[in-house]
Every structure is written in C-alpha cells, then in structure tokens.
C-alpha cells in the first residue's frame, strides 16, 4: 500500500482509532463528558480526512475499497450525521442513571461501517460494512435497558434485520454462482453476457431479488416497512436520528455506486420493480402517517415516503441519478436530524419514555418559542414548502420525472405531497395552540446554550440555507459524481 492510499484511507482510520480510544478512555476512567469529547474530536479529525482524501482521489485500496469524490461526499455526510447524533446523545444521556459512556463506543462503530460500505466496490466489502453499520444500532436500539419499548424495539430489529442481511448474502452466493465475479463492474460486465432466458438467468433473477428485498428492508421501503414505526418509537431520540439518516444514507450509497457500476440501469424488469416500490412507499408511507398521534411515529412513516421520493430521483434519471440523489439525501438528513434534535431537546431532561406524541407538543411555542420554530422549520421542510431545504430535493425528484416522463411515479409523488402536507401541517398546529396547563414535557430553559442545542440551531439555519441558496451545495454533489 502506497502513500496516497493511506491517505485516502484517512477517514477510516481515524474513525478506527476513535472506535479504540474510546474503548480505551472507558476502560481507564468513565466520565460522560470527556468521552463524548473524545468521540467528537475523533469524527471532527475523520471528517478533515475527508478533505485530504478528496485531492488524492481517485484511489483504489486493494480490490474492496475505491476512495473517489463520490465516496468522499458521502463519507462526510455520514460522519456529520455521527458527529450531530454524538452531540444530541451527550444532551439526552445527561439525564440518564445509567452508564452513559458505551453509547459513543456503539456510535463509532456503527459510523465505521457506514464509511467502509460507502468506499464498497465489491460484495465482500459492501457485506462487512453493512454489519458492522447494523449491529451496533442493536445495541443503540436497546440501549435504555429499563425502557420495556426500547427493549422490545431492539428486539424487533435484531431479528428482522438478521433475516435481511441473510436474505442479502443468499442473493450474492446466487449472482457469484452465476457469473464468478463479486467486484460490481465485474458482475455487470458478465451479466450483460448471459442469455435473457435459461436457468442460469433465472437464478440471478431471484439472487437479484433477494438482494433487493434485504436493501429494502434497511431503508424501510413498502412493503419491508413494518419494523420501523415500532423501532423509532422505542429507540432513544438521537439514536432514532441516527437510524433514519445515516444508516439509510450508506444503504443508498452503495445502492448508487451498484446501479451505476453494473449498468443496472439497462434492465426493464429491475426499473419496474422499484417504480412498483417507489408507488407503494409513497403511498402507505403517508397514508399511514395521517393516523399518527406520536411524532416519531409519524416520522418514521414519513421517512418511508420520503425513500419512496428518492427512488423516483434514483429511477428517472438513469445513469445521471448520482446528483438528484446525492441533493436530496442532503436535504432529508439535514430535515431529519433537526426535527429529531427538537424531539432529543424534549426528552434529555426526563427518565422514563420520550416526548414523542403530538400531545407533548401542545402550546410548546408559548414555552419556548425558538425551539418552536425550528421544529416548524423541519415540518416545512418534510413537506417541500419553498424556501426550506426540502423544496429543493422535492424538486429534483419531480424534475427528474418529468425529463423521463415518468407520469405514474410523478403522480404519486404529487398525492404524497398533498397528503403529506396535512399532517405535517396538523403536527405544526399542535405548536401553537394553548395547552389548557402547563405540559410536563419541556426542554430546559438554558437549551440552547448547550452543545446539543447549538447543533440543532445551525441545522435550522442549514435548512434556510438549503432552501435559499443551494448552489454550492449542488456544484459539491455535481463534483462527486459517479462516471
């Protein structure tokens, strides 16, 4: 291994040795405050990595790992993901008697994993980085180990994201079992050789499907969907953030990198498949949030709609999808992490369940106003109002299916959006009405002093950004493109 790879593998390596002197700092002395210290400056050196790993990009480190702009750009949205779920948890372990240190551990390496999937340019390596990103979320999950709801939403996702992830490695022995080859390029080039018919085909086509369904599953696509309302109602607030932004923006980036590198964009039967996915999530997804009386309930069938928008960004622009989708996984998670920090805000202060019906939320704006606001921000931008960094992903996805003339996806984001828009708008009322006494969820006064409450400030002020002025943001996504 030569210089400029070890350069490029900087990201990892720090990440890696954040993971050890974490570990580390714990086994000598356990201290809340300097653990979560260590476990930032770690991220905050992994992410300066991914500066220096972008001007010695392109670099292929052994035949697993490639470190382009393109896994540089999403290398960086997963460790501002970690990096904001790190400072949420120091705010909302505050108020926890339990040992708080282990959840920066279960962190870093959940984060090691999503940047090891995000370089993955071959089976093996897209395989280790997906469980090393999902075993540490059982433990995050479970976490509240005296929370029956966080408990039982540990156990739901062990087990169903188990049979995933085998589904997943059954679907790679069947596509090696045709074409022996698991490097990406490698298995487009030699599928494109095997005949449209014959058993050989037809066992790719269902190790292709498995594969699908087990991807379906980690992004909570209809309908693999059913874990995810329950599991984000029982996982802490930060780590539910976590959950529905960087876990899901790995998934997807690797998705990317599979689709553009095999050329699965020249195959009918696939496109059909996810344009029959995209529908359906969109349509269940907010369906099944106008029901919702519990906010992160409601964001999690949101963010099953909101997947099902990006595939319609990941459908219709073909070979060309890696900017429509690389804008909106920016603006999602950036949306995500906000209103998430508002719920994290809410709860960190209390022991038992979290504020998370839209009842704790009643006449929160006659309280604290600001953090009001913010959450106001968030909702708009879910539901893509202009001028908030949801418009512009909304934006792109429409755009793109309009150039393709995808009249049926384009529909159902149209009925998404109107149906979205009511709930979202029922949820930000909820703000501003006058609760007839005062609630006992609040969050503390001095929230905004705090480093929690800082992030979730500068999240806000990103959204407007987003939404004003993205042009530096897409000529960044631009630069990292797939070719």
């Not at 906000?338 to 809410?346: K, S």
Request: hydrophobic share 55%; charged share 10%.
């Amino acid at each position: 291994m030569n210089r400029q790879q070890l350069l490029a593998l900087l990201p990892i390596l720090f990440s890696s040795a954040t993971v050890v002197w974490v570990m580390t700092a714990i086994a000598i002395k356990r201290h809340h405050w300097w653990n979560a210290t260590f476990s930032v400056i770690g991220l905050n050196l992994a992410l300066i990595g991914c500066v220096v790993a972008y001007f010695v990009s392109p670099q292929i480190v052994t035949p697993l790992l490639i470190v382009d702009s393109y896994s540089c750009l999403y290398m960086a949205m997963v460790l501002a993901t970690g990096l904001a779920t790190a400072t949420l948890s120091h705010a909302y372990m505050e108020g926890y008697d339990g040992n708080k240190e282990e959840v920066y551990l279960l962190l870093n390496l959940s984060v090691l994993g999503g940047l090891v999937l995000v370089c993955a340019r071959h089976f093996a390596s897209f395989f280790i980085g997906l469980e090393l990103l999902s075993v540490p979320l059982y433990g995050l999950i479970g976490y509240l180990v005296k929370e029956r709801r966080s408990l039982e939403a540990s156990m739901k996702y062990l087990v169903l994201s188990a049979a995933a992830s085998a589904f997943i490695l059954f679907g790679m022995a069947l596509i090696y079992s045709q074409t022996g080859a698991l490097a990406f390029s490698d298995i487009g080039t030699r599928v494109a050789a095997i005949s449209g018919s014959g058993s050989g085909y037809t066992v790719m086509v269902v190790g292709g499907a498995m594969i699908l369904v087990g991807i379906g599953f980690k992004l909570s696509l209809a309908p693999f969907h059913l874990w995810t309302p329950d599991v984000y109602e029982g996982a802490p607030a930060p780590v539910a953030a976590y959950l529905a932004t960087a876990s899901k923006v790995a998934v997807f980036a690797v998705l990317l990198r599979f689709f553009i590198e095999a050329k699965a964009y020249n195959y009918e039967l696939l496109l059909d498949v996810l344009t029959a996915l995209a529908i359906v999530s969109i349509v269940l997804g907010n369906l099944l949030a106008l029901l919702q009386d519990n906010l992160k309930r409601l964001l999690a069938y949101s963010s099953i709609a909101h997947f099902g928008y990006l595939l319609v960004a990941f459908i219709a622009a073909g070979q060309f999808a890696t900017e429509a989708v690389g804008v909106y996984l920016l603006t999602y998670v950036v949306t995500t992490l906000a209103a998430f920090g508002v719920v994290t805000l809410m709860s960190s202060p209390y022991k038992n369940h979290d504020a998370d019906t839209l009842w704790d939320y009643r006449g929160l704006f006659w309280r604290r106003p600001y953090l009001s606001t913010i959450l106001t921000i968030a909702l708009l931008s879910l539901a893509g109002i202009p001028m908030t960094a949801g418009f512009i992903g909304k934006f792109y996805a429409i755009t793109a299916g309009v150039e393709k003339r995808q009249w049926l996806l384009l529909g159902a984001v149209v009925f998404g959006s109107a149906v979205g828009l009511y709930y979202y708008l029922r949820a930000m009322v909820q703000l501003y009405l006058r609760a007839p006494w005062v609630r006992r969820y609040s969050a503390p006064l001095a929230w905004a002093q705090g480093t929690g409450g800082a992030m979730v400030v500068a999240l806000a002020v990103l959204m407007l950004v987003l939404g004003i002025y993205p042009q530096p943001f897409i000529a960044a996504i631009q630069a990292a493109g797939l070719h």
